[in-house]
């Protein structure tokens, strides 16, 4: 390669310089002697000369050696040659490595004597520069007390080298090279050649700093140490994490401790609000300089700025030292971690933060195997409640998945905890308020859940689900028949155990504990608590999938029959004579209790121990048990019907079950016994909101509009009232056509009982259904009302009254279109208030409200405005301002007989919009009105 002029030589000694060191450092010796080949035949003599003197040193090459490698005979193995030298050279580094140790020792006594003279710092400081180190020790000093290049940089450098080699023409030193580097590919390099003076050049300028005397670097710490608080502000945020190197070092290395407490301080302290990368950045820089100073300086200075930003103002401190727990806890010594630590995580576990709390149970699981002892079991099982309960779900989810295995693995106290968790679920429900005062009811027996007890219920029976893999890994360990390496209890194993010959307390616990502690917990929620119950039903099924189809059939199935009330179903082979007589005591032993065993432990039964795969064919025969088979031999399930429908309605919420329970029905249907098809129609009204649009299309309206033909009336009206929640579920048009053609069906009957059954039952599904069926409603009672009444009888007069009145509330609830209330919804309102002895006082006061909102005016106009669109002759229209019902305004002003000519939609929107919360809290006035109905005008 020819020099292009004087700059560009020197460049180029410059660049190979840094090669040459390079190589050396890095310890890349063939690609050395192969370069120092090249650059003799090169003529570069003078780059050429460290190599020389290198390769020349009889520390690193025994004249020994290189006489037996001299005298070897022609084609001897270099690579063995190469084996030798690598052996001299780990017993020389182990005796630069015991030299290095005296010379520390050495220094670490002449600081401890410095710091004992009473002269100036600076003085101090040149004595020891002067007399600490000798030319020796700087030739010592390697580039590894700048600590290991980085991956990148290592790479960066290897790339630049070989892309020098190959520009300088030394193409066999860059062969071996690209051999020697054996942990990359040099042929891909994202930079460009660009790059290569760069690299070198920092590389080589890191190399001179390191020999630089250790009396500068003192200077050089104090410095940089007084530096940093001043220029750390002025540092852009996102930029501040690259001091956090020559922060790190200054902490490490400077003698002063106040003046390391004020580094460490503004370490913490580098950005405001760090975000989860800084973070992490940050909490790497803490460990590595807790690696770098020990135990009893990460105690002493690193600790208490963990304990000073415990109540800081910005929640993302508050996180740096949640995390800082688990980081930093292995640096300390085992005492301080289960008390000092300890003490920070138990104050961040108050945090008003989510993200602090979540942080701080995070830790926590990571600070448990590191405890010293079992000294702090019962503080730590405290703050598992408390966090497993915490308000916040993102917060007990990491409890459950990460806390609660390990406070089980590091306690082995699993029997503890269980029966602290069974005392909480069941205090958790027991301290709410019964849902009547009344001794001797059923709602005296349930309990009204808050909202903060029916979450702590919850998220305690998921606990109870996260431990189950122990509990069952427990007693699969202590039965005495089955091999470790089974994971299922067999009927074997049942066999044996029903001998009462071994104890296996492991394993009773399930059965004699934890279910019957369930059931109680059942028997005190109401049928709404379906949430509740469907977690309780999850747990039962992950039972009996881990235990196995032999305990599901032999152990569990048993307790629930019996529990449930159904004595004659149970079979207690498989039971211990001393385990028998507990599990018969849960049989339910009076009217009461049996009644609270169907709502509460039959939904259980069924879905989560008759509902396992394993089980599917028992429960169809159950289910056929139950509705069909039972009702005629008069069984218990005869006398609880209704309640018997809740339970399958619950067992409904699982899919996989709709085929089962879809099976049984149609046997309902297609049967001859009234009651039968009864209570089909009541379990259809049951089933609606758990199915699907396809499923109510293909099975449930077909059955319903099956059970609509029937001749008996009672089934007839029973699916008028299933076809009202099919209404108010779905607004298919398909569907909703299906049901307008059935609705005639039974209003063309005439009956005065199928009438008042269809418009309730369209009046309940008004507020969820399709304006069309708002429509349709509203056309068949303005047909209804403007027939004249052809019944003598006033009671049945005022229960249609009634009804008409409701349907008519709760249609005025909705948004209504402007030709649909003139036409329909006034003229309706007319119609009723024209027989008054039929109407209850307080609907009469409701339909004159809706009438005087709904038009803008008063009722004589309404009348009046009427009997001109529908040819009502003028006397009767004016009806009502004779009776003084409303023949003023409201604000006592006569009535301007000139509004009669006035449309009645005229401003008809706008007023819609005004009263439409009047109109919503009167679609809800009918409850309130039948409540009042059944007190006082119907006979008992």
């Known amino acids: ?70 005298s070897s005979p022609p084609g001897a193995d270099p690579q063995s040659l190469l084996e030798e030298k690598i052996a001299a050279e780990e017993k020389l580094a182990l005796t630069e490595y015991d030299l290095r140790l005296a010379k520390e020792d050495l220094t670490c006594l002449k600081l401890e004597l410095q710091k004992q003279q009473e002269s100036s710092p600076d003085n101090t400081i040149d004595a020891s520069a002067h007399e600490g180190f000798n030319q020796q020790d700087q030739r010592d000093v390697k580039i590894s007390a700048l600590g290991p290049l980085k991956d990148n940089e290592r790479k ?18 860059a062969m071996t090279f690209i051999e020697e580097v054996l942990d990359q590919d040099l042929d891909v390099w994202t930079n460009s050649s660009a790059c290569v003076p760069d690299a070198l050049r920092r590389y080589y300028y890191q190399y001179l700093s390191s020999t630089t005397e250790a009396a500068e670097a003192l200077e050089t710490i104090k410095i940089v140490s007084d530096a940093l608080p001043k220029i750390v502000p002025y540092v852009l945020i996102n930029h501040r994490e690259e001091l956090l190197p020559l922060i790190i070092c200054a902490i490490e290395r400077h003698p002063d401790s106040d003046v390391r407490d004020s580094l460490t301080h503004t370490l913490f302290n580098l950005i ?22 020990g135990e009893m300086r990460t105690e002493t200075e690193l600790l208490p700025q963990c304990w000073e930003q415990i109540n800081h103002q910005y929640e993302e401190r508050r996180l740096l030292v949640a995390q800082s727990c688990g980081e930093l806890a292995i640096y300390v010594r085992p005492e301080i971690r289960d008390s000092l630590i300890l003490s920070i995580v138990q104050q961040l576990v108050e945090d008003s933060a989510t993200v602090v709390r979540e942080a701080a149970t995070h830790n926590l699981a990571l600070l448990l195997p ?79 859940l808050g909202e903060q007890e029916r979450w702590t ?166 289910l056929r048990k139950l509705l069909i088979q039972n009702t005629k031999d008069g069984s218990f399930s005869m006398h609880h019907t209704a309640e018997i429908i809740d339970a399958i309605r619950f067992l409904c919420i699982f899919e996989e079950h ?63 009232d299933a076809l009202g929640a099919v209404a108010q579920h779905f607004k298919s048009d398909m569907v909703v056509d299906k049901i307008h053609i059935q609705m005639d069906a039974f209003l063309e009957d005439g009956s005065h009982e199928a009438t008042i059954s269809v418009i309730r039952a369209l009046a309940v599904a008004v507020p969820h259904s399709t ?88 009722l004589e106009s309404i009348g009046k405005a009427m009997g001109a669109h529908l040819g009502i002759a003028t006397s009767v229209s004016s009806f009502f301002g004779e009776s003084n019902l409303l023949g003023k305004k409201e604000g006592g002003e006569q009535h301007d007989p000139a509004a009669a000519s006035v449309p009645p939609q005229v401003g008809l929107q706008t007023q819609q919009e005004n009263t439409r919360f009047g109109r919503i809290m009167r679609g809800g006035f009918g409850d309130m009105l039948r409540g009042k109905a059944k007190g006082g005008d119907e006979p008992s």
Not at 272 to 293: F, H, N, Y
Request: proline share 5%; hydrophobic share 45%.
């Open 771 to 858: 304006d069309r069926l708002r429509e349709y409603l509203l056309t068949k009672i303005f047909r209804l009302t403007s027939a004249p009444p052809t019944e003598n009888d006033i009671e049945r007069r005022r229960e249609r009254a009634n009804v008409f009145c409701e349907a008519l509330c709760a249609l005025d609830a909705t948004d209504l279109p402007a030709t649909s209330v003139r036409d329909l919804l006034l003229p309706s309102i007319q119609n009723l208030l024209k027989d008054l002895d039929a109407l209850d006082p307080a609907h009469k006061e409701a339909l004159e409200v809706i009438g005087r909102e709904r038009s803008g005016g008063t």
């Open 156 to 173: 960066d450098l290897n790339c630049a080298v070989k892309e020098y080699l190959l520009l300088a023409g030394y193409r066999l030193a």
């Open 457 to 622: 219920i919850e998220v305690l029976l998921r606990m109870l689900t996260e431990l189950l893999p122990f509990i069952h890994q427990k007693a699969i360990e202590t039965c005495p028949s089955i091999d470790p390496s089974e994971n299922y209890i067999s009927e074997s194993s049942l066999k044996l155990y029903a001998t009462g010959e071994t104890e296996w307390s492991a394993f009773e616990w399930m059965h004699t504990e934890c279910l019957p502690d369930l059931i109680k917990l059942a028997c005190l929620l109401p049928a709404k608590e379906d949430s509740l119950r469907t977690v309780i039903t999850k747990y039962l099924l992950a039972v009996s999938g881990r235990y196995g189809k032999d305990y599901l059939e032999h152990i569990m199935l048993p307790v629930f029959l019996i529990a449930a009330g159904d004595i004659d179903s149970g079979d207690f082979t498989y039971f211990p004579l001393s385990i028998q007589s507990k599990v018969r005591g849960f049989r339910p032993k009076t009217s009461v209790a049996e009644k609270i065993a169907i709502i509460c432990v039959l939904p259980l039964l069924l879905s989560g121990i008759l509902g396992s795969p394993s089980s599917r064919q028992q429960l169809e025969e159950y």
């Open 272 to 293: 405001k609000r760090p975000d989860g990368q800084q973070r992490l950045i940050i909490m790497d820089a803490c460990v590595e300089l807790a690696t770098s100073v």
């Open 370 to 448: 590191l405890f010293p002892n079992m000294d702090k079991y019962y503080k730590v099982e405290e703050l598992l409640f408390q966090l497993v309960r915490d308000p916040s779900g993102v917060v007990v989810d990491v409890a459950l998945r990460e806390l609660v295995p390990a406070v089980v693995g590091w306690g082995g106290k699993l029997d503890q905890i269980l029966r602290v968790l069974l005392s909480h679920i069941l205090a958790s429900a027991q301290r709410c308020p019964s849902v009547s005062g009344v001794e001797g009811t059923i709602d005296s027996h349930l309990r009204v």
């Open 658 to 720: 709709h085929g089962v329970i879809f099976h049984i029905l149609w046997e309902m249907v297609a049967s001859s016994d009234t009651n039968l098809k009864t209570s089909a129609a009541a379990l259809l009204k049951a089933l609606v909101p758990y199915v699907g649009v396809k499923v109510a299309s293909t099975h449930v309206l077909p059955a319903l509009i099956t059970l609509g033909s029937d001749q008996n009336s009672a089934v007839k009206y029973a699916s008028i």
């Open 1 to 70: 390669m020819e020099a292009v002029g004087g700059a560009a030589e020197e460049r180029w000694a410059s660049l190979c310089n840094c090669v040459v060191n390079f190589l050396l450092e890095e310890k890349y010796h063939l690609t050395a002697l192969e370069l120092l080949q090249e650059l003799q035949e090169d003529g570069r003599h003078a780059q050429a000369l460290r190599l020389r003197s290198f390769f020349s040193d009889p520390a690193f090459f025994p004249p020994d050696l290189v006489a037996r490698a001299s």
